[in-house]
């Protein structure tokens, strides 16, 4: 046999089996068993399509240490056997892996027999030992149960990884995926230790559409056979994970412990196909207008789109408006929309705004709402109208009602009493203010032609905001740092200079990069030539270290933010959040994806910290998601703003309103509107005691922190 390890194992499985004579085992019988007095030990089954079985056996030899072996056998009514269970040994963790060097060993055989679709027994033979293990289900597989398999009409998630997946350049090693939930799956890493020992490691991920993250586990001091005691099983944090998988192909990024071994990234392509499984990866190419035609409504956001081929027409919508607010000729429109694509089934389209974190998707329908027909509702100043969609408004969109505490149904009972057609703008707009002031969001606002008022604008945050951010003094006490004079670019939104040897300082104010053009393609290739002159310079001084400083950057555009973030990026992309929206139909849409893929320049290979505080906000929050996802990143100072996600709006009467759109949600399904994303290191940013001492304990905590590496 090849020492190719799994690969060849299926090129056995194509030839060497014949054709089965039972009734094939159900596919039900996917997911991870175990006997509980092995604990810490178990099976993972798949079961394949043509009446095969893949199984691995994750448990320990006679010392203690990890063993994995792993069979294909024909799967029956009612068992699987193997007649072949190997073991592969030889491989290198990390960049030592030569698969050259795996080599294969046949060690006896395993019977896996079904009583019922959540229990069984397992019967082996492995280098002259026997024995039986009795058999329960740990995990079962999203989109089937003991009864039926999905038919792929009502499965979910449609994104469905369950699967293995190997490492094309490292072959001999790979993960099981077994998807319980669209949000959870269970995980297993086969692979070797630094000598050549197999090595196995596991965990819970948070799922999230593609992106799959967790933090791995590793166990030993099992025995295998009658010896094994669970209670000697020791579990050790092994390090963080993220798999980001479609149907067919990946990729993988692990950050772990040094005793583990180094930290790398690699692409993934699918192994085995689940019988019965059906996954669905939507994919999305540049839209023309042919493909735009049609009539649209998002998920999320509250807009809909009428397009034909000559007129493009947008509307935004609630169960008692719709209000056109864009019209615009469809070749035009196309051709200036930022990155407008479509599904290749044709029914999604997605499109990047400076008016969202993450991408937009509309979907496809058959017409719009009923309240859109015939042009949509008029644009009035009747206070009864602008009441009913702006109460409608927030019902519907407004996506943290739940963290921040605020009953807008009794809201509405509370204040829409108060409104009748006498009601006059200046008593419609405190009752507006009157409505969303409890929500204490700096993401929610209103503005008329003669008034504006935020909702998390209280005098405290006023007065913070006014002496960190307007006043002299942080400026100086910034300034004290820095050695030599301190340089600017992107017309004053960007500092920078020297802190120590080797230690750089860069602080962003804004990522409204005005003075780069109104696009987000102008202000980003803007800003790449500004940063290219900064990077040039720290490189003529020898910086190997960087303190990034988004303690007074309020936000801006997130898309703008992701070309510096993407310069200390290393290796394969990241994935930073993803966002949830409440739909027209008033459920959670699945998650949006944002990921922070290379630029195409080396990056900036140093350590960094990263400086937050209360200020730092809206997009320099999705900055700080970006940094916070890199390992050799430390963050520094206080809890963000945790005002994460935002929309514009417009009423009947043409005032403006901005509210919280989505739930965003890190990596691990971390949520942090209304509390902010917290330091790695807790310090005062820009507090009364700060000023007094004309001190910066975030600054002195970064070169400390440098220092101590």
């Not at 073991?87 to 080599?103: I, L, W, Y």
């Not at 519907?396 to 505490?405: C, H, I, P």
Request: some cysteine; overall charge negative.
């Amino acid at each position: 046999m090849s020492n190719r390890c799994i690969p060849a194992l299926f090129l056995w499985l194509a030839v060497g089996l014949n054709s089965p004579t039972a009734e094939a085992l159900s596919g039900t019988v996917t997911g991870a068993w175990f006997d509980p007095a092995f604990e810490g030990a178990g099976f993972l089954v798949e079961v394949l399509a043509e009446d095969q079985a893949l199984v691995y056996w994750f448990t320990y030899d006679d010392s203690g240490a990890q063993r994995w072996y792993i069979g294909v056998g024909e799967a029956t009514d009612s068992a699987i056997e193997i007649t072949e269970l190997q073991e592969a040994t030889g491989g290198r963790f990390g960049p030592e892996f030569d698969p050259d060097q795996v080599s294969l060993r046949t060690v006896g055989t395993l019977t896996l027999s079904f009583s019922s679709c959540n229990a069984g027994s397992a019967d082996y033979e492995v280098d002259g030992q026997t024995g039986t293990q009795a058999l329960g289900r740990l995990t079962g597989i999203a989109d089937f149960d003991c009864t039926s398999v999905a038919t792929g009409a009502t499965a979910t998630p449609a994104l469905n990884q369950t699967a293995s997946w190997f490492l094309p350049e490292r072959n001999g090693e790979g993960f099981i995926v077994q998807v319980l939930d669209d949000t959870t799956a269970f995980i297993n890493w086969f692979t070797f230790d630094a000598v050549g020992n197999p090595a196995w490691y596991t965990g819970i991920a948070y799922v999230a559409a593609e992106s799959l993250v967790m933090e791995l586990l590793s166990t030993s001091g099992g025995r295998f056979g009658p010896d094994h005691n669970p209670d000697d099983v020791v579990r050790q944090p092994v390090g963080r994970l993220e798999l980001n998988l479609g149907c067919e192909t990946g990729w993988v990024n692990y950050d772990l412990n040094p005793e583990f071994g180094p930290s790398g990234n690699h692409n993934l392509t699918r192994l085995t196909g689940i019988d019965g499984l059906i996954c669905r990866e939507t994919r999305f190419v540049p839209a023309d207008a042919s493909t735009f035609v049609g009539q649209w409504l998002s998920i999320g956001f509250g807009f809909a789109a009428d397009v034909t081929a000559e007129t493009a027409t947008a509307y935004q919508v609630t169960a008692n408006s719709c209000l056109p607010v864009l019209s615009a000729p469809t070749d035009e429109l196309v051709e200036t929309t930022t990155d407008l694509r479509v599904s290749t089934d044709g029914e999604l389209l997605e499109l990047d705004t400076l008016d969202s974190v993450s991408t937009v998707r509309l979907r496809r329908v058959s017409a719009l709402p009923a309240v859109c027909q015939g042009g949509g509702t008029a644009f009035t100043a009747d206070p009864v109208v602008n009441y009913d969609a702006f109460a409608a408004t927030f019902e519907e969109l407004y996506a943290a009602f739940d963290v921040r505490g605020v009953d807008w149904a009794a809201q509405q009972a509370t204040f829409g009493p108060r409104v009748t057609a006498a009601t006059n703008d200046d008593q419609l707009f405190d009752v507006f203010s009157d409505m969303v002031a409890p929500l204490r969001d700096l993401h929610t606002s209103i503005q008329s032609p003669t008034r504006w008022f935020g909702s998390g604008a209280t005098p405290e945050v006023q007065a913070y905001f006014q002496r960190a951010v307007s006043g002299v003094e942080v400026d100086n006490i910034i300034r004290s740092y820095v050695l030599g004079p301190r340089r600017i670019a992107a017309a004053g939104d960007i500092n920078y200079g020297i802190l120590g040897p080797g230690v750089g300082y860069l602080e962003v104010r804004s990522w409204s990069l005005d003075a780069g053009g109104d696009s987000t393609v102008e202000q980003v290739a803007f800003l790449r030539d500004e940063l290219t002159r900064v990077f040039e310079f720290f490189a003529s001084e020898n910086v190997d270290k960087l303190v990034l400083d988004m303690r007074r950057n309020g936000g801006g555009n997130a898309n703008v933010s992701y070309e510096l973030a993407g310069r200390f990026l290393r290796g394969q992309s990241r994935t930073i959040f993803s966002e949830r929206r409440f739909t027209q139909e008033g459920s959670l849409s699945g998650p949006v994806l944002t990921t922070l893929s290379p630029e195409d320049r080396p990056p900036f290979d140093g350590d960094l910290v990263l400086l937050i505080g209360p200020i730092t906000g809206s997009a320099a929050e999705s900055f700080t998601f970006a940094i916070r996802s890199l390992p050799h990143a430390t963050l520094i100072g206080a809890p963000t703003a945790g005002v994460l996600s935002r929309t514009g709006r417009v009423l009947p009467n043409q005032w403006a309103v901005s509210l919280t759109i989505g739930q965003i949600a890190s990596p691990e399904g971390e949520l942090f509107e209304a509390v902010g994303i917290p330091p790695d290191l807790a310090v005062p940013v820009f507090t009364d005691a700060e000023y007094d001492a004309e001190r910066d304990s975030a600054i002195e905590a970064a070169l400390g922190f440098f220092a101590s590496e």
